[in-house]
């Protein structure tokens, strides 16, 4: 007798699905999660296919789960992304299946409304208060403090006095309908012609990928807009990927502007039930538009008809844990598999996408002037081999002259490092100790404002002593370089009576208070912005003039391929801030290497002629896109064994023709959390089949023994 089997794909690090058989009570299709015994416990899965056979032995599917199952197009994503990275299929299901976290339940909504008599002592604000909320209706309380024009304490006294009483509000609604015929902006004719070649794709039969080249304040946002209109025209669902930081509430605003409502976010911040109601209303279709981090990108969406990715050269779409797989592209792969248009935006491309548009397979729009005819930023280099800076100062003497001029007229400066903490080492004077993490092999940075020295790749800390640990010397404790917290310092000291800011990823309060701090100067709360990279990602300064980049030599001593395009697109960005309001804008760019390409191309605004030189470089080296890459990193509790094992790995590579293998050898950054690292790089021609190799190669490596473990990055992103 027969019956119905359900292969089964459980989301760890398994490449099989396990074969359970069905219940004959218990209906279930392809794509449905399900729970299923694992062992001694009860896992989720799903059903990755379904057939008929014998299935005596099996054990039981348990039960069905009712959250929305995954499409055949997401299962079809998934499978290509686990054949591409190699990695589990297991592993690959964790990025689509989200169950409910009930660990972190949905903030209850709290109103407000008018019950009992007034207080026995009657204040101008309670009396106010009194008035607002004698119609019964029920308000949070912070809209009836606002419409008393009262602090929300003066609403919690009256709570307090039986005057008003508190009562549950129903949730949220996680996504209301966008219209897309609001009246938002109006678009420059450039604008216009780029936002009508861009709505054009979601009519057509084969949708095809476009990227959205504009400089930075050309209104790319306002332009890709009108194309998510379009697919909320057609009843189709947008996702616009971004950089979590750019998720900010100005963005929001933006959107709010042209649709009349925000859209559904989708980022770390958004967690249990809310995350469950935002979940079920994708999958129903609900949910018309979707701004999120790359985590977004594998949501179920019941008609998705046009993915965006914003400020696409972003590495922070790279997921470097767990499954190595950049969103970018895998936007791209769902694109085509959904047929629905993908649109990339970007001032400063990745040089994959540029080679792309030249190959034929994107299609390229140009928005290449500021809206409103406002003017790109004056930038000038400050050659440091001829400017004499103050010991223990970082500001040149020119820099620090514009910086005064700015203030004086009322308008705001940033000064960019992109070097976190205070410094990026500590030493004694006395004995020459430095600070290493015991974990990693990387120098701890001193985080003054916390008092700490921290590992910024393990996270370790450590309370900054005050004698040497090594020497035991009191008050020997020297710092080398700068941070931002010590940028912070200088200028407290140079200009006492103004309000300065530092923006850095390490500080608490994470995202959200990221968001809050980034709305406030854009308010103009702040006269001086001290920032890291993050300063970068396509925020909107009105009243920011100036822009001084303290170091711009950071990035280009990095044996990264990438650093020197890296290094242009971060330097391109963070100088777009300024002059993007009514008033032109200047930066001054710190450097002792004036005449680099990449500093030189910087200053004299030849976009071009950097592009076509680094592309150039790239294809006589055969580097991607001309030629792919994979890294395979070898780590073990002990450096013994992961030498041992990337050794015997290198013995079996078998390299074909157009295929190189390089190392192993100790990777820059040999100990990561207590784990040594050895390195292997492999290097081929373009049309060779990367991920065929990688299985051929792999499949002749020794077992992996002990606590040894491999990691496979195709395309690596790092190189550390």
């Known amino acids: 007798m027969t019956r119905q089997i359900a292969d089964v794909l459980i989301p760890l690090a398994l490449d099989t699905a396990y074969s359970y058989a069905v219940p004959d ?124 024009a009262v602090s929300v304490g003066v609403v919690d006294g009256l709570i307090d006095e039986g005057t008003l009483e508190t009562v549950a509000l129903p949730p949220e609604p996680v996504a209301e309908t966008p219209d897309p015929d609001v009246k938002g902006a109006t678009l420059s004719d450039g604008q216009r012609t780029a936002a009508d070649e861009l709505t054009a794709t979601l009519k057509e039969a084969q949708a095809p990928v476009t990227l959205l080249e504009g400089v930075t304040g050309s209104g790319k946002t306002e332009v890709y807009f009108e194309a998510v209109a379009e697919a909320v025209r057609q009843g189709r669902q947008a996702l616009i990927l971004m950089p979590e930081i750019a998720l900010t509430a100005q963005f929001l605003d933006r959107f709010a502007a042209r649709f009349g409502v925000k859209p559904a976010t989708w980022h770390s911040g958004v967690t249990g039930r809310k995350r469950e109601r935002l979940y079920t209303g994708i999958a129903s279709g609900e ?27 972003e590495t922070a779409y790279k997921q470097d844990d767990g499954v190595h797989y950049h969103a970018r592209d895998m936007a791209v792969v769902r694109g085509r598999i959904e047929n629905a248009p993908v649109i990339l935006a970007s001032a400063t491309p990745s040089i994959e996408s540029r080679v792309n548009v030249e190959r034929g397979r994107y299609r390229h729009v140009r928005l290449p002037e500021r809206f409103g005819g406002r003017q790109l930023p004056q930038i000038r280099a400050v050659d440091l081999k001829k400017e004499t800076i103050p010991r223990g100062r970082w500001l040149s003497p020119t820099l620090n ?65 005050h004698a040497c640990v090594s020497c035991g010397s009191v008050d020997s404790l020297t710092s080398c370089g700068p941070g931002v917290e010590r940028i912070a310092e200088e ?57 001084g980049v303290l170091d711009a030599d950071i990035g280009l001593t990095s044996g990264d391929p990438r650093a020197a395009e890296r290094t242009f697109q971060l330097l391109q960005q963070v100088t777009g801030r300024a002059g993007r309001g009514e008033k032109a804008g200047r930066a001054l760019v710190q450097t002792w290497q004036p005449d680099h390409p990449v500093i030189a191309a910087l200053i004299s605004g030849d976009v071009e002629r950097f592009y076509t030189e680094e592309t150039r470089v790239r294809e006589m080296a055969g580097l991607p896109p001309f030629g792919r890459l994979a890294a395979l990193i ?27 293998v390089l190392g192993p ?5 040999a100990l990561i959390r207590g784990r040594y690292r050895y390195r292997l790089l492999v290097k081929t021609e373009r049309e060779v089949d990367l991920q065929a190799y990688l299985r051929e190669w792999l499949a002749r490596c020794p077992k992996i023994r002990g606590n040894t473990r491999i990691s496979i990055d195709v395309d690596p992103q790092s190189f550390l």
């Not at 949910?287 to 050269?313: C, M, Q, T, W």
């Not at 064994?641 to 050794?647: F, S």
């Open 25 to 148: 009570e218990l209906a279930v299709s392809e794509g449905d999660v399900v729970q299923v015994p694992l062992g001694n416990r009860e896992v989720p899965g799903v059903v990755w296919a379904l057939r008929e056979g014998a299935g005596g032995n099996l054990k039981k599917v348990t039960d069905k789960i009712a959250v929305p199952g995954l499409s055949p197009n997401m299962r079809k994503l998934l499978d290509w992304i686990a054949w591409y990275t190699l990695s589990p299929k297991g592993s690959v299901l964790g990025l689509g299946l989200k169950l409910v976290d009930d660990s972190h339940p949905e903030t209850v909504r709290v109103g407000v409304r008018r019950v009992g008599p007034p207080p026995q002592r009657v204040t101008p604000a309670r009396k106010r208060v009194i008035e607002a909320s004698e119609d019964g209706l029920v308000r949070t309380k912070r809209e009836l403090a606002e419409a008393a």
């Open 401 to 465: 002259a514009a910086v005064e001029q700015t203030l004086a007229r009322g308008e705001q400066v940033l000064l960019f490092l992109n070097r976190r903490g205070y410094a990026p080492l500590t030493l004694c004077r006395a004995c020459a100790h430095r600070y290493e993490c015991p974990n990693c092999s990387a120098w701890l940075v001193e985080h003054r404002f916390r008092r700490s020295l921290v590992c910024h790749h393990c996270g370790h800390i450590e309370r900054t002593p």
């Open 665 to 669: 050898a100790e990777a820059p950054l």
């Open 287 to 313: 949910v018309k538009v979707v701004a999120g981090a790359r985590s977004a990108l594998f949501l179920p969406y019941a008609n998705l008809g046009l993915i965006v990715v914003d400020e696409e050269h």
């Open 491 to 547: 200028v407290a000291e140079l200009f006492p009576d103004k309000r300065t800011i530092v923006l850095s990823s390490d500080f608490p309060g994470g995202t959200e208070r990221l968001r809050n701090e980034l709305a406030a100067i854009a308010a103009g709360e702040f006269d001086i912005v001290i920032g890291t990279q993050l300063v970068a990602k396509g925020h909107n300064f009105p009243l920011m003039t100036l822009v």
């Open 634 to 660: 070898v780590s073990a509790a002990e450096r013994e064994a992961a030498e041992a094992h990337a050794r015997a790995m290198a013995k079996v590579t078998e390299p074909p023709p157009g295929v190189v």
